[in-house]
């Protein structure tokens, strides 16, 4: 098993070599930047290759070894991406306002997470039947509001083994946890970020839909593929299950490959941040005629024995 290939070809489409704006670059970016066009700063996706490979096959290895992966990315392009890509591995995720302490109070997060439980037992149990429409609206609105901030860690049932970030700039706040308790943290870094304090930094751009789902895509089937992993060497034959999970989850993801094209369908060009997006719009619109996720191809089933 390896993890899942991807093409220069592919990273051209997404638009992940567009940068920033000139003016808006961080000089610490320099030795991935390969030039200039038309004022924004081209990312070196020949350095990406390689050190987007070598994220990828750091999220294989944490879930082959039964470890949890985080996803998060706040920002609107991001959200439904980032939320989408984690479940679709069995994986956690926070796609809303990263609240402070979400890993280093874990203690106090945990709590909140009990109560969110609690809500959920309240309102679909008999108990709600006792409760007048104003009480069941103030518990809803209560429920739903926790839901938001935790539901995508309300299973991770402790702190995560790595940590993929999208936006390192707009995250700043789960990097500077991540790296106090000391987990590995996976960042896509743009020609506007800072890569010194991300363990494992990809340049490219973190604002085009195409691009954030191209980079959701791989880690989801990378997180797949060690599930898979960790079952062939715990003795289960996947060949032989029913609904291997694993294979289930590549397949749930080719069913709504096409719903999550269709969301990001808009040029990539319009997708890229501030002035980026209108110099470089005619690149970006042409990289809308393609898809950019392969896993559908792994998801052939074996007749049963």
Same mark, same amino acid.
């Given at each position: 098993?390896?993890?899942?290939?991807?093409?220069?070809?592919? +990273?051209?489409?997404?638009?992940?070599?567009?940068?920033?704006?000139?003016?808006?670059?961080?000089?610490?970016?320099?030795?991935?930047?390969?030039?200039?066009?038309n004022?924004?700063?081209?990312?070196?996706?020949?350095?990406?290759?390689?050190?987007?490979?070598?994220?990828l096959?750091?999220?294989?290895?944490?879930? !082959?070894?039964?470890?949890?992966?985080?996803?998060?990315?706040?920002k609107?392009?991001?959200?439904?991406?980032?939320?989408?890509?984690?479940?679709?591995?069995?994986?956690?995720?926070?796609?809303?306002?990263?609240?402070?302490?979400?890993?280093?109070?874990?203690?106090?997060? !945990?709590?909140?997470?009990?109560? +969110?439980?609690?809500?959920?037992?309240?309102?679909?149990?008999?108990?709600?039947l006792?409760?007048?429409k104003?009480?069941?609206?103030?518990?809803t609105?209560?429920?739903?509001?926790?839901?938001?901030?935790?539901?995508?860690?309300?299973?991770?049932?402790?702190?995560?083994?790595?940590?993929?970030?999208?936006?390192?700039?707009?995250?700043?706040?789960?990097?500077?946890?991540?790296?106090?308790?000391?987990?590995?943290?996976?960042?896509?870094?743009?020609?506007? !970020?800072d890569p010194?304090?991300?363990?494992?930094?990809?340049?490219?751009?973190?604002?085009?839909?195409? $691009?954030?789902?191209?980079?959701?895509?791989?880690?989801?089937?990378?997180?797949?593929d060690?599930?898979?992993?960790? +079952?062939?060497?715990?003795?289960?034959?996947?060949?032989?299950?029913?609904?291997?999970?694993?294979?289930?989850?590549?397949?749930? $993801?080719?069913?709504?490959?096409?719903?999550?094209?269709?969301?990001?369908?808009?040029?990539?060009?319009?997708?890229?941040?501030?002035?980026?997006?209108?110099?470089?719009?005619?690149?970006?619109?042409?990289?809308?005629?393609?898809?950019t996720?392969?896993?559908?191809?792994?998801?052939?089933?074996?007749?049963?024995?």
């Amino acid at each position: 098993m390896a993890v899942p290939t991807f093409t220069m070809r592919q +990273l051209l489409e997404a638009g992940v070599h567009f940068g920033h704006n000139t003016r808006r670059w961080n000089p610490k970016m320099e030795p991935f930047i390969f030039g200039v066009r038309n004022g924004i700063h081209i990312i070196d996706l020949q350095q990406t290759v390689p050190m987007l490979y070598a994220a990828l096959n750091a999220a294989r290895s944490v879930a !082959s070894d039964g470890g949890r992966v985080l996803f998060v990315g706040t920002k609107r392009a991001a959200s439904d991406i980032v939320a989408e890509s984690a479940r679709k591995c069995g994986q956690y995720y926070v796609n809303q306002r990263w609240l402070g302490g979400m890993l280093t109070n874990w203690k106090t997060i !945990s709590q909140s997470i009990k109560t +969110l439980r609690e809500l959920e037992e309240q309102l679909s149990g008999e108990e709600a039947l006792g409760l007048t429409k104003k009480e069941q609206l103030n518990l809803t609105r209560r429920r739903d509001k926790l839901e938001m901030a935790l539901g995508g860690i309300k299973e991770m049932g402790g702190r995560p083994d790595l940590v993929v970030v999208i936006d390192t700039n707009k995250e700043d706040i789960a990097i500077k946890e991540a790296k106090k308790l000391g987990i590995p943290v996976v960042g896509i870094v743009d020609s506007n !970020s800072d890569p010194v304090n991300i363990d494992m930094p990809i340049p490219g751009n973190d604002d085009a839909m195409r $691009a954030i789902q191209l980079y959701c895509d791989l880690f989801a089937g990378a997180v797949i593929d060690g599930l898979q992993q960790e +079952l062939a060497s715990s003795g289960v034959d996947i060949g032989e299950a029913e609904a291997p999970p694993a294979e289930a989850a590549v397949e749930e $993801a080719a069913a709504e490959e096409s719903a999550v094209e269709e969301a990001a369908g808009a040029p990539a060009a319009a997708e890229a941040a501030g002035e980026s997006e209108a110099e470089a719009a005619p690149e970006e619109a042409a990289a809308e005629a393609e898809p950019t996720a392969e896993e559908s191809t792994e998801t052939e089933e074996k007749p049963a024995s």
